[in-house]
């Protein structure tokens, strides 16, 4: 049997070509790893957090006073509206989660270039319940995109591109935060069922916070044909990547399969979950195609180039119908 691919823990208060280096290594053999000493003030991280279970305990009419608008993105997803499954055209009943999303909001002197990216720019919506709720929420998207903006220039070390490679593909992304509440399963999942099926990331890289204590997220070991346990570690943050860099990539870096299993049946603790991941994308206009950094002599591009932003659109419709 091969042994099961390790996920490594890495310091980023160091040398960004150093590090850059360290996450190229990693990449090459899985889509995910750990950061810690990444710089996000805990009291920011923490009143989100917090802020965020006080949002899921609400009333659901509380909830639904946010609700998603129809073909949007952003604002409350109740149970079972999204199936991430789907994104990768598998037949697949809905998550047993719910989510809070928030876009980058209407952005002063940015004109979308049509109807999809003025969605993904649309006005973000916020609890009338929770005062707090917006200024800590804002606080926390702009610490994960200042986070988001250093991790993409580690990487372009890490690719022997320009450290400032990325800069004008990225300055105006649609990325998106999302709170995810995976409560307490009172009954049995249907078949193929789980809290997060099985699915790739659709842009560049994700942020995600998950809680201490609540196993369930895994990733694909190809290699020895398992699924891996990516437990929650104290001070630290998953970072995984997308498929728009392992298109970038030429998979050099792989899009690595993950999912949130169910936790066990009768479990006498309490087995309610939340996470948040914070998707971050490229420019909506940015052509994503093989860097010549990552073409081997004689290789040709496995993937034809895209528009980040019809790309990313076309996946989340997928998932959520
Ligand atoms: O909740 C988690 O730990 C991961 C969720 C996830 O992979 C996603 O929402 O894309
Ligand atoms: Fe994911």
Not at 43 to 55: G, H, I, L, N
Not at 62 to 72: A, D, H, M
Not at 146 to 168: E, I, S, V
Not at 258 to 286: C, E, I, K, L
Request: hydrophobic residues 40%; negative net charge; proline residues 8%.
């Amino acid at each position: 049997m091969t042994t099961p691919i390790a996920v490594p823990t890495i310091n980023i208060d160091r040398d960004p070509a150093v590090v850059g280096r360290e996450f190229d290594e990693t990449l090459r053999e899985v889509g995910f790893f750990q950061i810690v000493d990444h710089g996000v003030p805990d009291e920011v991280a923490d009143r989100c957090w917090e802020v965020t279970r006080s949002f899921f305990d609400l009333p659901l009419e509380e909830k639904l006073s946010v609700e998603r608008q129809e073909g949007g993105l952003y604002g409350y997803f109740p149970m079972l509206t999204e199936s991430l499954a789907q994104s990768l055209d598998a037949m697949a009943p809905g998550d047993l989660k719910e989510s809070f999303n928030m876009g980058p909001g209407v952005v002063a002197g940015h004109k979308p270039a049509d109807e999809t990216e003025a969605s993904l720019f649309s006005a973000n919506r916020w609890p009338a319940a929770l005062p707090e709720f917006k200024p800590v929420w804002e606080a926390y998207y702009a610490a994960m995109s200042t986070l988001a903006n250093r991790l993409m220039t580690m990487f372009a070390h890490g690719l022997d591109l320009p450290a400032d490679f990325f800069a004008d593909k990225i300055d105006r992304s649609p990325s998106a935060l999302r709170a995810i509440n995976y409560p307490e399963q009172s009954a049995p999942p249907e078949d193929g069922q789980l809290r997060a099926g099985a699915h790739t990331d659709y842009g560049t890289l994700t942020i995600l916070r998950q809680e201490l204590g609540r196993a369930g997220l895994q990733v694909r070991d190809d290699h020895s044909d398992a699924w891996v346990d990516i437990p929650p570690t104290p001070g630290a943050l998953v970072i995984n990547i997308g498929d728009l860099m392992a298109r970038w990539t030429n998979d050099r870096w792989t899009s690595t399969l993950h999912r949130v299993v169910n936790p066990d049946a009768g479990s006498a603790v309490s087995t309610r979950r939340q996470s948040m991941p914070f998707f971050h994308n490229a420019n909506y206009s940015a052509l994503v195609e093989c860097l010549p950094s990552s073409l081997a002599a004689g290789e040709t591009p496995k993937y034809e180039p895209v528009l980040a932003g019809p790309h990313l659109a076309g996946k989340s419709h997928k998932a959520v119908g």
